[in-house]
């Protein structure tokens, strides 16, 4: 197997495996979306793989790249606490952060897969 086939087979594995994740958080309900007061809760649709930024045929990435985990979710999705979350991101070791407001931050969900598949141990 050559060398961009392994790390491309090693990405999916882990992106599957936090999309696992995130399903398991939503069906017992540690991950929610967030409501805005004053508006409408919309149905969120689901990105398939084949539809990219683009939206035709695969000349973008996936839109699921471009999906923003709120800092408490990402510490959730990961299954540690927030006062963790911040020492791993305060030391410098953690995902890079996405500014969503003044005082909100985020992940994007790329950034934690690449964080994730960079901290494997016992693969090379």
């Known amino acids: 197997m050559t060398e961009p086939e392994r790390l491309r087979r090693q990405r999916q594995s882990i992106q599957a495996q936090a999309e696992e994740l995130l399903r398991r958080a939503s069906a017992e309900?540690?991950?929610?979306?967030?409501?805005?007061?004053?508006?409408?809760?919309?149905?969120?649709?689901?990105?398939?793989?084949?539809?990219?930024?683009?939206?035709?045929?695969?000349?973008?990435?996936?839109?699921?790249?471009?999906?923003?985990?709120s800092f408490r979710d990402w510490c959730a999705l990961c299954g540690f606490s927030l006062d963790t979350g911040r020492r791993i991101v305060a030391a410098g070791d953690g995902p890079p952060l996405i500014q969503l407001s003044v005082r909100r931050i985020g992940v994007r969900l790329s950034d934690h897969v690449r964080w994730l598949a960079s901290r494997a141990q016992g693969a090379a």
Request: hydrophobic share 30%.
């Open 29 to 69: 309900g540690l991950y929610r979306p967030r409501a805005v007061a004053g508006r409408k809760a919309t149905p969120q649709q689901k990105a398939t793989p084949q539809q990219s930024v683009a939206g035709a045929g695969n000349s973008g990435p996936p839109l699921d790249d471009y999906r923003v985990l």
